[in-house]
């Protein structure tokens, strides 16, 4: 049996195959302003990389911002049903699963099977998400993956208060003027990203074991100030921003398999 999910998110376009619950391919690409296209072109690519064609996959499931455009899907899944079946396959004794992707962040409480017990999602400003970081590493001249390595040199606690990304990146400014280091500021910008969707992930309340799904989670910066903050064990999922593809991709493997 061959399966896929799409993951059409607003940044990248993810694509997951499934041989007999086996992954044979993994595919991401940039959205682009037409997304319906690009995940034409990444289904292909992914077929090509499985060895495959198209119409060899039994079922598809789409998952993401645009999953309603998603060509050839079958079935659609939200993102928070999509990354609780993922993060159960990746690592079956999670229990609540916090996604922090480009535009929101979500954390979700899971029962064994993988099924939805409760959630909350921070996407009213961009403060809690992977586009904040973007922009504090280009207020302070540096490439993403050396701001996060940078505050990690930081052993000071400085509190941002700014709640909107736009104030925020004048206090940003506000302390490079102070000559404030900027590995400081670096820890202070992933202090107050995870002192926020800590605060959301609370609210559902945060159950052992806990991991980490989302393209946020490549930033090791922002993992340590998780960890401070949360004041537990945090698992770190592998290729983290497939997660919620394969969890499409694992839906579509056990409605298959019901049939």
């Known amino acids: 049996m061959i399966t896929a999910g799409m993951d059409l998110g607003s940044k990248f376009i993810k694509i997951v195959i499934l041989k007999d619950g086996e992954i044979i391919a993994r595919v991401k690409m940039l959205s682009g302003f037409e997304q319906e296209v690009t995940a034409n072109d990444a289904m292909k690519e992914a077929c090509e990389q499985a060895g495959i064609e198209s119409d060899a996959i039994d079922r598809i499931v789409a998952t993401g911002v645009g999953r309603s455009i998603a060509p050839f899907a079958h079935n659609k899944l939200t993102e928070v049903g999509a990354a609780a079946r993922g993060a159960i396959a990746r690592l079956p004794e999670t229990r609540t699963v916090i996604d922090v992707g480009a535009e929101e962040g979500r954390a979700i409480l899971i029962t064994p099977e993988g099924k939805v017990r ?7 400003c961009a403060a809690g998400s992977g586009t904040f970081t973007e922009t504090m590493a280009r207020a302070l001249e540096l490439e993403l993956a050396e701001f996060g390595q940078l505050s990690l040199k930081s052993d000071k606690v400085i509190p941002m208060n700014a709640q909107c990304a736009v104030f925020a990146e004048s206090e940003v400014v506000s302390l490079l003027h102070a000559k404030t280091p900027k590995h400081d500021i670096a820890r202070a910008v992933h202090d107050a990203i995870a002192s926020r969707i800590v605060s959301m992930a609370r ?6 074991e806990v991991l980490l799904v989302g393209g946020m989670a490549y930033n090791v910066g922002f993992v340590a100030s998780m960890k401070r903050t949360l004041e537990m064990e945090i698992h770190v999922a592998d290729e983290p921003d497939y997660v919620p593809a394969e969890g499409a991709a694992w839906t579509a493997y056990d409605k298959a398999s019901a049939i």
């Open 118 to 124: 409760d959630f909350a999602i921070n996407e009213k």
């Open 203 to 208: 609210r559902v309340s945060v159950e052992k």
